[in-house]
C-alpha cells in the first residue's frame, strides 16, 4: 500500500522498543517504503527526537493521547516520511496506576494527506496479559489500524 502511494512510512516507538520496526523490516524490499524508526524510551528521548513539549508530558503523562500525536507527527516532520505510527504505553510488570493500568497503551497515527495537510488520529487501547503479550497486541494493533487508515 505504500509502494503504490509512492509513501515512506517512520515510526515513534516508546514501550514497545522497536518492534514494529523490526516486524516492518523483516519485509524483503522494505527499504523502498521504510525510512526509520525512532526509539524514545524516556520523556527527554521524546523532547529531544521528536520535538514534544515537555509541558504536554508533564500535563497529560507521557503515557496519553497527546502525547502520541505529539510522537507521531514529530517523527513524520523530523523523518520526512509520508506517514508516522506512534506507540506509548505500560507494557508491566509494573509501572501501572488506577488511571493508567498495566496494558494501557496510546498510539498516534499521522498521515500526509497533501504537502499543506496532515491527519493525526489517537487512540488508547487495553491489552491483557504479561510485557510479552501487551508489546506483541500493540505492535499488531498499530499496524492493522495502519491498514485501515491507509485503506481510506
Known amino acids: 500500500m505504500l509502494i503504490a502511494k509512492d509513501w515512506k512510512i517512520a ?4 514501550c514497545t522498543g522497536g518492534l514494529v520496526c523490526a516486524t516492518l523490516t523483516e519485509l ?5 517504503w521504510f525510512e526509520r524508526g525512532y526509539i524514545t524510551y524516556s520523556n527527554e528521548a521524546k523532547t529531544e527526537c521528536l520535538g514534544v513539549p515537555p509541558e504536554l508530558i508533564e500535563s497529560h503523562g507521557a503515557v496519553s493521547e497527546p502525547v502520541a500525536q505529539a510522537m507521531a507527527e514529530g517523527a513524520k516532520q523530523a523523518s520526512g516520511a509520508n506517514v508516522a505510527i506512534s506507540i506509548t504505553g505500560i507494557a508491566g510488570p509494573s509501572g501501572g496506576s488506577a488511571e493508567k493500568p498495566v496494558g494501557t497503551v496510546c498510539f498516534g497515527w499521522a498521515i500526509g494527506i ?4 496532515n491527519r493525526i488520529l489517537s487512540k488508547t487501547m487495553h491489552f491483557d496479559g504479561d510485557r510479552s503479550a501487551v508489546r506483541e497486541q500493540a505492535k499488531d494493533y498499530a499496524l492493522t489500524q495502519l491498514i485501515a487508515l ?3
Do not use: F, T, V
Open 11 to 14: 515510526l515513534a516507538e516508546s
Open 28 to 32: 524483503s524490499g522494505s527499504s523502498e
Open 114 to 117: 497533501s504537502s499543506s495537510e
Open 150 to 152: 491507509l485503506r481510506n
